[in-house]
């Protein structure tokens, strides 16, 4: 049975990974190793494996003895132990949600229903690094599959809208206390009938604007506001978050860079969980219906559903609130743009710890071991 070795496990996208695991009885093909930076001896969960405690995610020896690690402990860990490994001659899969090594010539970024063909190339080729693309990314690339497959984009304008939790777990909490003081702000009159709604507007202004408003994590206020803003800055005006959106869809499809030209503004609202998309897409043909565009999205990949364009349609189904927790990837608001018959639009939302984080590291791991 392959050895694989688990580092991260108990944050936010190792939980998710280890709940898809378990439901998919992943941990029976595999004889699993659970690892930690703080906590070396304690007592590992139970999927029923053999190695019932926790070993150190620091012990060198401990990790060369693997076929297999899979870490969703973040860039810091694998700048730090990746090249102790592979300078202790170890030739094993590492598998990594962190963005740390998406880029290199030596890593492959991992969404197996789209670049499938890839992973088996190199597979074949010696490659050992496989690593979860960004999140945004994945679920942009699933939820356009049908296009891509048919070679029909020239060029995608992508607008996010990113949940709290993309930005980690204590923005999870952050955003809900600041929801709770604005609440909390206006608790007293909120069901006061006499009390103007401008009274309980200024209130709530006040004090998302005060001094003591929560923002360690965000910086900013989130609650009854955006941030447009996500990651670090780039040279040209880009965040790297957007700058990941061409790069990483250029690389995950094995295209040469530029190829796609993906361009948009990244902004964080104040969702809990799934990221949204709003794109519009040069299409390189002019003479497609939406019902034909709408089809060939439909029936790329099982997980894709298409929303149809109307009011009771869209509340039911293309929003975080209807999306989160499931596999699904909805795509809806199709329609052509003023602008020529070959410019659509189109909304997209997808849960971006299980196609965006978790899933398809599982699914490499179900790779390696078929
Ligand atoms: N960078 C993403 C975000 C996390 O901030 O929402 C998922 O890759």
Redesign the pocket.
């Known amino acids: 049975m392959m050895k694989v070795g688990f580092v991260g496990w108990r944050g936010m996208v190792g939980s998710v990974l280890m709940d898809r695991m378990q439901k998919e009885n992943d941990f029976a093909k595999i004889d699993a190793t659970f690892f930690s930076t703080s906590a070396a001896g304690g007592l590992a969960p139970d999927y029923k494996q053999t190695q019932k405690t926790l070993k150190d995610a620091y012990a060198i020896d401990e990790l060369t003895r693997l076929d297999c690690i899979v870490t969703t402990q973040g860039s810091d860990y694998t700048h730090d132990v990746l090249p102790k490994l592979r300078a202790a001659g170890w030739n094993g899969y590492w598998i990594d949600a962190a963005?740390a090594l998406r880029m290199n010539k030596d890593a492959l970024i991992i969404l197996d229903p789209i670049n499938g063909d890839n992973i088996n190339n190199a597979l074949d080729n010696g490659i050992k690094n496989y690593i979860g693309g960004?999140?945004?990314v994945s679920l942009m690339l699933l939820a356009l599959d049908g296009l891509f497959k048919a070679d029909l984009i020239e060029w995608i304008s992508s607008m996010t809208y990113?949940?709290a939790s993309?930005?980690g777990a204590n923005n999870i909490r952050e955003l809900l206390l600041q929801s709770g003081k604005l609440y909390d702000s206006v608790s007293d009159i909120i069901n006061d009938k006499s009390a103007t709604i401008l009274d309980i507007a200024s209130r709530v202004n006040q004090i998302i604007n005060s001094a003591g408003f929560p923002k360690e994590y965000f910086g900013a206020p989130l609650a009854g506001s955006v941030i447009p803003w996500?990651?670090s800055a780039m040279e040209n005006g880009q965040t790297k978050?957007e700058w990941k959106g061409a790069v990483e869809t250029n690389k995950i499809l094995g295209l040469t860079p530029d190829t796609v030209k993906v361009e948009g503004l990244c902004v964080?609202v104040g969702v809990l969980r799934s990221?949204s998309q709003a794109l519009t897409i040069k299409l390189k043909r002019k003479d497609l219906s939406v019902e034909q565009i709408s089809e060939m999205i439909a029936s790329a990949n099982p997980w894709v559903k298409v929303i149809a364009n109307n009011k009771p349609d869209t509340l039911a189904g293309l929003t975080p609130a209807a999306i989160s927790g499931t596999l699904d990837i909805a795509v809806g608001r199709i329609k052509k743009l003023k602008f020529g018959d070959d410019y659509i639009a189109l909304f997209t939302v997808g849960d971006?710890l299980l196609w965006?984080?978790a899933e398809p590291l599982r699914r490499m791991v179900n790779i390696l071991v078929s």
Do not use: K, L
């Open positions: 963005s960004n999140c945004t990113q949940a993309g930005a996500i990651d978050e964080r990221h971006q965006g984080a």
